[in-house]
């Protein structure tokens, strides 16, 4: 026997005989071995065909534009130099054949495809906007947009900011420096019961036109008061700079402040003054004045401005928006514009952060709330 011949049992010769037929009978069927090798020969055609096309795409892309942005004469050209039908090119592009068909009955009829788009809003607003901007150099586009509706001229800021753009009006936006902040706390003054009004004081230096060298050569200090809810400035006072000066000024501005608001009918007891920490408002001239008229006093922290950052942010508007655009050569007309800029500040200037009101509307629409510490 076949079994006997080969030294294998009767049983393993039948099970390689099922085998074997299984084997026929699936190649025969196209699943075997031989089948498989084909299938994957499918595949690897396939990839290769698949690579191909991203390879000819990346091609096509880098030589074609943006098929929204590209006339009918630039498509047919990258298409004629590669060789491609119309549906391989449309299918590459991803550019439907409607769309294509149409650019080529534009191109044909001499039309553009991207007609230019009315913009009737912008043409109406292009010169109310522009005066405003020329009439006030250092309004960014939202405070024109506010202006433009106290003038009864209805307009979205998006489209305002726009206009200017194309009139080339946009304020430069300044981006800040981010610093390692000095967290220290000043001292802790006592505090009133209870407050009438917090005030915000701080001062800056200007120096006048045609003087040269160190600061005291010329150097003027400005000393501001605002009232910190309706950001109402109370007073300016300039001063020269000096040693003791600052603190007298700084007297003479407070003074000022409380006499401004008993003339609005704000309260005038129970003041809360915040100040940095600067050596005129912990001078003991200063403290005493503080002491004997029963106003308390709140430090800004050291190395934060953000403390005091409202009066900072004054201070940045004055300058912009006044003095640097007028030659001031003596103390006299540096106090003439400090007034001038007094007036314009609480009355015609529009704040953001007021909801684009000006300080003297805040406070005749609400007196300052009375608040207590208890």
Request: glycine share 8%; charged share 30%; hydrophobic share 35%.
């Amino acid at each position: 026997m076949a079994s006997r011949k080969h030294g294998v049992s009767y049983k393993t010769l039948l099970a390689w005989r099922d085998r074997f037929q299984r084997g026929g009978e699936a190649a025969l069927k196209g699943k075997g071995p031989d089948a498989q090798v084909k299938a994957l020969e499918n595949e690897n055609k396939q990839l290769k065909e698949a690579l191909a096309e991203m390879a000819l795409r990346v091609d096509v892309l880098k030589k074609t534009p943006p098929p929204r942005l590209a006339g009918f004469a630039e498509l047919e050209a990258v298409r004629l130099e590669l060789g491609l039908g119309v549906n391989a090119f449309l299918r590459l592009v991803g550019m439907s054949k409607g769309t294509y068909y149409r650019r080529r009955r534009q191109a044909q009829a001499g039309r553009s495809p991207f007609p230019p788009r009315p913009r009737p809003k912008r043409e109406v607003l292009r010169e109310p906007a522009r005066e405003v901007a020329l009439a006030f150099p250092a309004y960014g586009y939202r405070k024109v947009w506010a202006e433009l509706l106290r003038r009864g001229i209805p307009a979205s800021p998006s489209t305002v900011y726009r206009v200017l753009k194309e009139e080339g009006l946009l304020l430069p936006v300044k981006r800040r420096r981010r610093k390692d902040q000095d967290k220290r706390l000043g001292p802790e003054p006592p505090r009133p019961e209870r407050v009438g009004l917090v005030l915000s004081a701080d001062g800056t230096l200007w120096r006048l036109v045609g003087h040269k060298g160190a600061p005291s050569l010329g150097g003027y200090r400005i000393l501001n008061v605002i009232e910190e809810e309706s950001r109402y400035l109370l007073a300016s006072v300039a001063g020269r700079v000096g040693e003791g000066e600052t603190a007298r000024l700084a007297k003479e501005a407070l003074e000022r402040a409380r006499e401004e608001a008993r003339r609005l009918g704000l309260p005038t007891q129970g003041l809360l003054l915040r100040t940095d920490q600067g050596s005129a408002f912990r001078s003991e001239v200063f403290r005493g004045y503080l002491q004997n008229h029963r106003i308390g006093q709140v430090f800004a922290p050291v190395g934060r401005p953000q403390g005091i950052g409202k009066i900072e942010r004054l201070h940045r508007s004055l300058k912009e928006e006044k003095l640097m655009r007028e030659e001031i050569r003596d103390p006299l007309e540096l106090q003439r514009a400090l007034d001038e800029y007094r007036q314009f500040y609480n009355t015609r200037r529009l704040h953001q952060a007021l909801g684009y009101r000006t300080p003297l509307e805040v406070v005749e629409s609400k007196r300052v709330k009375v608040v207590s510490f208890s």
